[in-house]
């Protein structure tokens, strides 16, 4: 695994023992790039451990008592580590996570998913600071998240909600349409990005289109959706009473 040569400080946030030794045990498989620099059973003692130790990544429970892992990050004047959050099952914090194209590991933690969230990390060392900012901003608005973080081969893409016009399914990618013509690609599908779509006020009118409500202007005769940039979308049939029931009165 390749690290540039330097080892990385690492640290463990859980305020549960057996959950500490668990990612433990996994970073001893990876004592040639990884060092342990502390174990933190609170989010307090998380919070000064990171300051005085200034880790390049942390392991961080998202459910513990006290100050819990969003809290401790939010509390922190600097968040310049990766982080790969640990978790039994929050849906609304994978969620946010995911969207932020950050890594958790659900427990009991599995080796395979264990070696992946390290060598993403690896991978995009340099990068993760900036998305875990983007998600602590994020959950300060309380609301669906408004900025969509897409990882590309030179770098993230920050899409800005209200840009999108529309969502196509192109095999197992996804293209995103922006205002003035441009097009961003992904490499996950658009089943993975319904949810955090619909959240902001999307619809899925097609298997392989969802579209923006705020930029649709019209729907014609022949069951299409036209939108801002001129562009029509089919609405499936299926869909077609559902669409048309969601978009009255707008």
């Not at 298997?207 to 705020?214: K, L």
């Amino acid at each position: 695994m390749n690290t540039n040569g330097s080892m990385v400080r690492a640290l463990i946030v859980d305020d549960d023992p057996f959950s500490r030794s668990q990612v433990r045990k996994q970073l001893e498989r990876y004592g040639d790039v990884v060092e342990i620099h502390a174990e933190c059973a609170s989010g307090e003692e998380g919070a000064h451990a990171i300051a005085t130790q200034k880790p390049d990544l942390v392991f961080l429970d998202i459910q513990m008592r006290g100050m819990d892992g969003f809290a401790m990050l939010d509390a922190l004047e600097r968040r310049d580590f990766g982080v790969i959050f640990v978790t039994s099952h929050d849906a609304y914090a994978i969620r946010a996570i995911r969207y932020s194209a950050l890594d958790y590991l659900l427990k009991p933690i599995k080796p395979s998913e264990f070696d992946a969230a390290l060598g993403h990390f690896i991978a995009n060392r340099a990068l993760l600071p900036a998305r875990l900012e983007q998600l602590v901003n994020d959950r300060k608005e309380k609301e669906a998240p408004r900025t969509l973080v897409i990882p590309m081969r030179d770098g993230d893409r920050h899409l800005h909600v209200p840009d999108i016009i529309r969502c196509e399914a192109e095999r197992n990618y996804t293209i995103f349409h922006l205002k003035k013509g441009e097009r961003v690609m992904s490499s996950r599908t658009l089943n993975s990005y319904e949810e955090f779509l619909s959240n902001n006020d999307f619809l899925r009118v097609h298997r392989s289109h969802i579209v923006n409500v705020a930029h649709i202007r019209s729907v014609s005769m022949m069951d299409e959706i036209v939108l801002s940039d001129d562009s029509s979308v089919e609405i499936s049939r299926r869909r077609k009473t559902e669409i048309l029931s969601a978009l009255k009165g707008r």
